[in-house]
DNA sequence: CAAAGACGAGAACGATCGTTCTCGCTTGCG
DNA sequence: CGCAAGCGAGAACGATCGTTCTCGTCTTTG
């Protein structure tokens, strides 16, 4: 029941505003950002242009939002394969890889959508381009995290970051889901030599773990 | 001396189709391609809208030229740091990650063109996904050529060329040139572990290689 | 019922897009 | 010199962009 006024509910506009978020993401993603209108998002969603200018007061914070949201939904693919992949941050690592290769089957995959956008408008729209700069870098500190906890130096973080983002573009372009395998492989030889060698003892024995046959 | 008609020398010609497509790669590069009009490019080039029209017959066109000639562009660095890098086809894949190197210290470097262009145009433009797709398969077919004079498995390839397009889109969009030191202590790790593990020998005896310590 | 406010459909606006055309001017040749 | 062809500068074209406005309809409240 509304409370006091005929205007729509906070919950009904909320849920607009997702249904518009997600017809946004749909139209930006398969076909980039400057070749959709606001006349296509309105088609595609079944917002009027009114509504849609009420909701987000321009086309720059509507894509800024459509990227907000993309962050939070891959956060929560990320974290839930952190949780329930395994115990020990090793395989935890290598769940990221997991999670881009169920991404990568998906039919109408087509790339990082925050890779995509700032090849678009990282040139000419410097707020957008520092949304894009700081979700990567949260990406790459949350590897950091495991990384530490795992006992292997930072700079594999960087490398395992390296990784999954070329394991995005390389599948897209070539339109195969093989990079998310390829990526995996390497991750596991990295991850698995970092800790080898990371090992206080003056020699690597290796006590238990080999390098990893590649596949 | 022009041959028999008062038209323009193909050497003309050609010098100033190399400089539009020298201005437009420059424009498309920084600011993206729909954010590029032909106005936009007539000013940056100094020359005319007809006579653009008349090299390059649509937009679309001109832009395959330019991906056609950043291939060259890009086959010829990675070949000449092939040739002069070293003798041993382990150090010239490394050479692969000093070109990146070098080449993100520009200071106007935003990426990898193909890349970006495959964001912002390979949903509705078909020819020039392929066109992207086409480097990309005969950069990785390069790579795979020398993993195999190496002596390591095909999948070390894949993995090496994810390792460079990851670090493309990570020195662009966090506009530092580290992502080049990761990728190549990374493919370090990779080429010498897959080496290692790859001689015919029953286990690994580690014949004079260490296993590297990444930096 | 009456009145008022919010809404959707779509026209309208100025800007800019890719592309073509007009119009003087230059230039080389008989 | 006269003429024809090619050229640059820029106007012009239809389409489409992001954004705003109009107007008729509907809902809700007094």
Known sequence: MPPTTRNRTTAQTEQIRENVLIAADRLYYSRGIHAVGMDALRDESGVSLKRLYQL?????NLVEAVLHRRRGIWNSLVETAVATGS???????LAVYDVLARW??????????FINTFGELGGTAPHIAMLIRE????????LAELVTKAGAPAALAH???????????TAAIAGTND?????????????DTALATNRP??????DGVDPPVTT
Chains 1, 2 share one sequence.
Do not use: M, W, Y
């Open 56 to 60: 987000f007061p321009s086309k720059e």
């Open 87 to 93: 115990d020990t941050p090793r395989d935890q690592l």
């Open 104 to 113: 990568f089957d998906e039919d109408d995959f087509r790339g990082c959508v």
């Open 135 to 142: 979700h990567k870098a949260s990406f790459q500190a949350r």
């Open 159 to 169: 490398q395992l970051a390296i990784l999954a983002e070329g394991a995005q573009t």
């Open 179 to 191: 990079a998310a395998h390829h990526a995996r492989a390497a991750a596991t030889t990295l991850i």
């Open 201 to 206: 003892a003056t020699s690597h024995h290796n």
